[in-house]
């Protein structure tokens, strides 16, 4: 099959808690595709304008400070590890981890202005296809010409739980109540903005994480993937 490079992209989409950074991560490393962390750049983007201690409704405000944005993503050593990030010079890889951050980007990316800054960026990176892009709407807005296009989903106390084993893996302490409400609420705001909203592309497979191990859900999408027949 002849594809287009822009259409030699991968968009895996889904709530917050699937498992999409990380299997994202083994289908591009598996495809020798770049991985298009969007996720990381909305958080990025949520902690610089709180540091600047932006009025989210004041428009101008907003996109006067994404103006002076230098916004950097490292690509990962490995498959195991997250994508870096350099916000105005300065790596903020781990800073934007936290659930809180998640909470901020979520608000963040419902915002006009700022998808459309993001979006701008995420089809300048995917211009020249060959990459696995995953977000809530990289194939629904961002990549509708993907190729290949894919929806995770899973149960949100499967996510809860496997959330709660990454922050302890890292020394954090974790109120499982307090991370279950965070999600659902998460899931909420997303699927229900009038930007963008978080939903599934038509032509996108749907796979529940919660059936199946990381493994397994790589090589579910890989075997869906003509190009590595």
């Known amino acids: ?37 969007t996720g990381a750049m909305y958080r990025a983007v949520g902690l610089k304008l709180k540091q600047a201690g932006i ?20 690509p990962a050593t490995d498959e195991s590890e997250d994508v870096g990030v350099v916000l105005d010079g300065r790596d903020v890889s781990l800073e934007i981890r936290s659930p809180e951050m998640a909470m901020v980007a979520s608000a963040a990316s ?4 700022v998808r459309e800054k993001l979006t701008q960026m995420q089809q300048e ?22 190729a290949w296009k894919f ?34 609420k998460r899931d909420y705001d997303d699927q229900t903005r009038s930007i963008a909203p978080l939903c599934k592309a038509e032509d996108a497979r749907v796979i529940d994480t919660g059936a199946l191990s990381i493994e397994e859900v790589a090589e579910t999408m890989l075997k869906a993937i003509e190009l590595v027949k």
């Open 1 to 37: 099959m002849y594809l287009k490079a822009s259409q030699q992209i991968v968009t895996i989409d889904g709530p917050s808690g699937v498992g999409k950074s990380t299997i994202s991560r083994k289908v591009a490393s598996a495809l020798s595709f770049i991985y298009l962390d």
């Open 55 to 74: 009025d989210l409704q004041d428009d101008t405000a907003v996109r006067n400070c994404l103006a002076s944005m230098s916004l950097e993503l490292i």
């Open 110 to 113: 419902a915002l006009p202005v």
């Open 125 to 146: 990176i995917g211009s020249k296809g060959r990459i696995v892009a995953e977000g809530r709407d990289t194939g629904t807005i961002v990549f509708p010409q993907a």
């Open 151 to 184: 929806y995770l989903d899973a149960a949100p106390e499967v996510r809860m739980q496997r959330r709660a084993e990454q922050l302890r893996g890292q020394g954090k302490q974790v109120n499982e109540k307090e991370l279950l409400d965070m999600i659902i």
